[in-house]
């Protein structure tokens, strides 16, 4: 009797038969494709269903000036077909620029604070030291705070009154009442502290991930050799977590591009416009205004734009992942 029991490199079945291995028969292989193919269709289609039908609604619907309020159906939305003008609109909207900006200076500020101070802290932890296992789980707290609870926590520190002018008050010596969230500049940094508390064990727990799987014997060599623990850290272990930084940075990067809830709690985007990021924008637009093939046009840009860097992040982690071989 015949079984299969394993396949060679290129995916041909292997038989056993008396003791003897043979190749599968073309014909035997081609049933067994067809066979894969009908066993996995359920779920073709179900992701088919879930990530392309999404797009191409989406893409439909930004073609037009379709609105809950016109009250058509969503399938009814050619007869509001409007010519790519949403797109022209989007280009000359200052206030999605203005949006785009502040949601670029938000990542820039934060992703890099976030990876150095993650990357200070693997590095910390990659060694023994007393009480190790206690402060490993108060360092990974703030990540298991929900967002909009983590929101109002900052929101009450960066009170007049909060704990944050209190200590600053004890610090100098005399009275400080800084108006943090109601000044358009403070504002937004006080949105960018909360952001790095929250996500930088994030950080830390992918770049201590990277850390300890840097090999021993490389680094015990270089030792050997007489490099000093930086020239180790940079020669040896930096460009062997390469491809973990690339990934971290990119995960945070297209995380923090979508920063809502810790900010929308803090600031609800303003004073005024303030603190307006783009997914604060798209929010308003859709709750408030209700223009919704505007905002299908918005979100589809910006979906092509992650797209393109998501990208450009994974060819750079492919490129990485080649000279580190």
């Known amino acids: 009797m015949s079984a299969v029991t394993a396949t060679t490199s290129e995916d041909a079945p292997i038989l056993e038969d008396n003791g003897k291995t043979v190749q599968a028969k073309p014909a035997l292989r081609d049933e067994g494709a067809k066979l894969g193919f009908r066993l996995t ?26 609105s809950p309020l016109s009250g058509l159906g969503w399938w009814s939305a050619w007869s509001l077909w409007n010519n790519f003008a949403n797109y022209t609109d989007l280009a000359a909207d200052a206030r999605f620029w203005s949006a785009l900006k502040r949601t670029a200076i938000v990542m820039i500020v934060c992703v890099p604070a976030e990876f150095l101070l993650g990357l200070a802290l693997a590095t910390l932890f990659a060694d023994e030291f007393p009480g190790k296992r206690i402060f490993y789980s108060i360092l990974l707290m703030p990540m298991m705070v929900v967002p909009a609870v983590a929101g109002y926590m900052f929101f009450m520190l960066f009170q007049s009154g909060g704990p944050v002018n209190d200590i600053l008050s004890s610090i ?34 992918i770049l201590l991930a990277g850390l300890v ?34 990934i971290a940075l990119a995960i945070r990067a297209i995380e923090n591009f979508k920063i809502f809830d810790t900010l929308y709690i803090m600031t609800g985007g303003g004073p005024g416009v303030a603190t307006e990021t783009i997914s604060v924008y798209i929010y308003k637009l859709t709750t408030q205004d209700l223009i919704w093939g505007y905002v299908a046009a918005i979100a589809l840009a910006i979906l092509i734009v992650l797209s393109i860097a998501a ?15």
């Open 172 to 205: 100098s010596g005399f009275p400080v009442t800084i108006a943090w969230l109601s000044d358009p500049t403070l504002a937004l940094v006080a949105v960018m502290v909360a952001d790095i508390w929250q996500w930088t064990p994030l950080m830390f727990l």
């Open 41 to 66: 269709l359920p779920a073709q289609i179900l992701v088919l269903f879930i990530a392309v039908f999404p797009l191409l609604m989406q893409l439909y619907i930004s073609l037009t000036d379709w």
């Open 311 to 325: 990208v450009f992040a994974m060819k750079r982690m492919a490129r990485a992942r080649e000279v580190t071989a």
């Open 213 to 246: 799987g840097v090999p021993e014997d490389q680094i015990k060599a270089a030792t050997l050799l007489g490099a000093n623990p930086w020239q180790r850290f940079v020669t040896i272990v930096l460009p062997k977590m390469k491809t973990i930084i690339i």
